[in-house]
């Protein structure tokens, strides 16, 4: 059984840094691409960022190039986005999420990934 475990939310005043990890257990973590996700009230989920399953390929979306950086560990099977700069319009829920197929390149769509975590909240206050 897979499970998908986010952690490192938290407040911070714009401007600020928060760094979000993302542990898989249970599963080969090392060839899938990861992805980084969030929801904002009353919005539909967003793809952020994701990361192929060597670490070689990533991507971000326009709202956050720039300014967050995402990493992969696949010896501790851990995953992190370095988010700087940031703004209020970046609180939001924040999930992380394994690739339904192997050794894939990643993706921001949702529906590309079926493991996902219960996420860890990003509140930037003004």
């Known amino acids: 059984q897979v499970q998908v475990v986010e952690s490192g939310g938290g407040l911070v005043q714009a401007g600020g840094s928060l760094r979000l990890s993302c542990t898989v257990s249970g599963s080969t973590f090392g060839n899938r691409a990861l992805g980084w996700f969030r929801q904002r009230p009353g919005k539909e989920r967003e793809g952020v960022s994701y990361i192929s399953w060597s670490g070689g390929f990533s991507d971000y979306s326009d709202s956050v190039k720039g300014r967050f950086t995402i990493s992969r560990d696949n010896v501790k099977n851990t995953m992190y986005l370095q988010m700087n700069s940031l703004k209020p319009e970046d609180t939001a829920m924040y999930y992380c999420?394994?690739?339904?197929?192997?050794?894939?390149?990643?993706?921001?769509?949702?529906?590309?990934?079926?493991?996902w975590g219960q996420g860890t909240q990003v509140t930037v206050s003004s």
């Open positions: 999420a394994a690739d339904a197929q192997v050794w894939r390149l990643g993706s921001l769509r949702p529906s590309d990934y079926n493991y």
